[in-house]
């Protein structure tokens, strides 16, 4: 008779659920680290570096660091410790219940290629034996490092880099002081009563040998790190009705986010499948100008004023890029700026639950996307009213992009979701064109910056009359998603939130009417219906948890607070255990694609800011709108 677990797992070809995660990091890369205890998931020195633990991609060959108890009859339960990004996964049975606290101390604003990670493991009732096995796998699992065991410690030795592996008095891991390695494995057990700790520290580019650490020492660190989170999610300013969900989005949002450059990157996975078995897998290791340029928004409505400084710092590195380049900005970047994301398939890897192609890199990198510019200048615009000044170099920059964006709006391109079925004249990217004018030309006029205002206005001008005239489908009695189509596209919800619609015009409620009729699934949404509007690949996707968060906005700003916050709290049930969302949900609530997503919890805090906001003043109103300044201005 089989038990409910492997049952569970035949069914899943032995990989975890997504959701079945929490993340760790230092803010220069981060870890999965799942419900049983496995780190499955890492990458090394940062975000965007080759994995050195990708089980989560290939089971039997990505590599993996797991620590649990020995034997079998015990539950699982992860939490974080709260206000911070130290995890806590805990094993609960008849004989004992143990934990295993994972951290790793903060890397910091200079880029390293030294980053620890710690482990540490203590019982609380009872006893418990834990077994430790460490199997790093270079290169997304295409190199095996050799052992060597040392008095200290272990180091992993490959040709791309080098990892030690210290305990906490390591001879103690196993009777008699023996650790056991085999095929590129070291495995170590250890039993635990309650006041014991063991500990287990993975380094990267160590400085010489490995060394002991102390619990002196790993504890000052923990409490170091402890302390940096408490104080930095101390900071938000947010007080509202889901405050507990908000946080949680932010600490996330910190952890995805490259403290030398202050990029934010999409997702910290590569591979996750928007569909099991599909081929819509993804490298989101990187920072997309739309994305990043969203955080702006849901930083500064939390009071995160230099984190929003940061990242418009790094965007007018790349506006500079792109008035070297007659004007035209990349899609995505690496988190240092760097515009090489050349798609690369592993075809040795498996992919997750079967799922392949499994790409790194990323070959939309060099697709048309409109729309970006609209969200830049949104962004820009944004820190402006807010105490973060454009300087006249990055007025100068800005120029040049709309001046190029006078001449180029008017072409057809991917789009938003990065279809890769050929170009059209999407909607949204002629909304967001019209918001990269209305900006500029709302900074120009605002901070008597020179500018062709004429010609920006008329341009601006000639896109709205465009997309009244095309995006609107008579027949359909909606905006739609581009001019040679009757398909609705949720990125449209954006049109209110923009102000390039009153959200009482009859035209958007139409709109929002007919999107609640096919594109809305008990509050859940879709970004559009691929058999109808084929985008060059195969299969289907679950729901997108960002247009969802749209959708709470749109409903709110349209007068139907009470659905709107129906549709929020429910959505906060599809959240994992922690509170983490991934880029969608599926038919039965399980998180798909890259995860934890960036673009879902910046949307989060945006929807609960806004709603919180107008459920105590009325629909519509909004504590960060067009119309207002910094505190002093207004």
Request: aromatic letters at 10%; charged letters at 25%; hydrophobic letters at 35%.
């Amino acid at each position: 008779m089989t038990t409910i677990t492997e049952d569970v797992n035949k069914l899943l070809k032995g990989y975890p659920p997504i959701e079945n995660h929490g993340l760790i990091g230092d803010l220069q890369t981060a870890a999965l680290v799942s419900t049983d205890g496995t780190i499955d998931w890492m990458c090394m020195p940062r975000f965007d570096s080759p994995s050195i633990f990708a089980s989560l991609l290939d089971k039997d060959n990505g590599g993996s660091f797991r620590i649990r108890p020995i034997g079998e009859g015990y539950v699982t339960r992860q939490m974080y410790l709260p206000g911070t990004a130290i995890l806590i996964t805990r094993y609960m049975s008849e004989a004992g219940v143990g934990e295993v606290i994972d951290f790793m101390p903060i890397a910091g604003d200079v880029a390293t290629d030294r980053h620890r990670l710690i482990r540490l493991v203590k019982v609380v009732r009872g006893e418990m034996t834990f077994e430790m096995e460490c199997t790093p796998r270079f290169d997304y699992g295409r190199e095996e490092p050799t052992i060597e065991v040392g008095d200290n410690g272990i180091l992993f030795r490959g040709k791309s880099m080098t990892l030690s592996l210290t305990a906490l008095a390591i001879r103690q891991w196993a009777p008699g002081g023996t650790v056991f390695h085999e095929k590129g494995s070291i495995r170590a057990h250890r039993t635990l009563t309650p006041g014991e700790t063991g500990g287990i520290i993975l380094e990267s580019s160590p400085e010489g040998a490995p060394r002991p650490y102390s619990v002196e020492e790993v504890q000052a660190l923990f409490e170091e790190t402890r302390e940096f989170w408490k104080m930095w999610i101390g900071k938000s300013t947010y007080r509202g009705r889901w405050r507990e969900e908000v946080e949680r989005s932010a600490i996330t949002l910190k952890l995805m986010t490259y403290a030398p450059s202050g990029a934010l990157v999409a997702a910290p996975t590569a591979g996750l499948p928007e569909q099991v078995g599909g081929e819509r897998n993804w490298d989101y290791r990187f920072t997309w100008i739309r994305d990043a340029s969203f955080s702006v928004y849901a930083l500064l409505s939390l009071g995160y004023t230099e984190e929003a400084t940061k990242f418009i710092q790094w965007l007018g590195a790349r506006a500079q890029d792109a008035k070297d380049n007659a004007g035209s900005m990349k899609i995505m970047y690496r988190v240092d700026g760097s515009p090489d994301l050349s798609e690369e398939i592993l075809e040795h890897l498996e992919g997750y639950r079967e799922s392949r192609p499994v790409r790194i890199g990323n070959g939309a990198s060099d697709q048309l996307q409109l729309d970006i510019y609209g969200e830049a200048l949104d962004s820009i615009y944004l820190a402006d009213m807010n105490r973060i000044p454009i300087t006249h170099d990055g007025w100068q920059h800005i120029a040049a992009i709309i001046d190029w964006l006078c001449e180029n709006w008017d072409r057809a391109d991917e789009g938003i979701w990065e279809t890769r079925g050929g170009q059209e004249d999407f909607t949204y990217g002629r909304l967001m064109s019209w918001v990269a004018f209305d900006r500029a030309i709302r900074i120009a006029a605002r901070r008597a910056r020179p500018a062709d205002l004429v010609k920006w206005r008329n341009t601006r001008d000639e896109i709205y009359k465009q997309i009244m005239r095309r995006g609107w489908h008579p027949e359909r009695h909606a905006f739609v998603q581009h001019y040679r189509t009757d398909v609705l596209d949720a990125s449209l919800l954006y049109m209110p939130l923009v102000g390039f619609l009153s959200p009482m015009d009859p035209m958007w409620q139409s709109t929002l009417n007919e999107m609640d009729k096919e594109l809305v699934s008990d509050s859940l949404v879709y970004r559009y219906n691929p058999e109808a509007s084929p985008d060059g690949l195969q299969g289907s996707e679950g729901t997108f948890s960002i247009c969802t968060f749209w959708y709470v906005d749109a409903l709110a700003r349209s007068g139907r607070l009470e659905d709107a916050r129906l549709t929020f709290d429910k959505m906060m049930t599809y959240g994992n255990h922690l509170g983490l969302f991934s880029e969608e949900i599926g038919p039965s609530g399980e998180q798909l694609g890259n995860f934890p997503q960036a673009f879902s919890h910046l949307a989060l805090i945006t929807a609960a800011v806004n709603l919180d906001y107008q459920l105590d003043h009325g629909a519509g109103t909004t504590r960060m709108s067009l119309d207002n300044g910094s505190p002093d201005e207004r």
